[in-house]
């Protein structure tokens, strides 16, 4: 007879990953979408005990705020790039 070999996956959660992925993505371009994302996967990824994944997530999310113009114009602050005469400071 044949034994069968029966195999258990242990579920995996990809919170800090997708959190790190949106984060990164966030600093670039489309930030107002991508940095709640990415904070949000990073809240869930620490609760899930993904800790280095989940706060690099969050870092990458507050680096997509912190350079995003939309974001920093609906909490009314001023963003890091400064425009003065016409030249990016």
Known sequence: MDKEKIIIR???QNYGTISIIFGFVGIFILSFIFSPLAFIFGILAITKHEYIAGTLGILFSILGVLTSPI???LINMP????IQHGVLL
């Open 10 to 12: 242990e579920s995996v």
């Open 71 to 73: 974001l920093m114009a």
């Open 79 to 82: 963003t890091i790039t400064y």
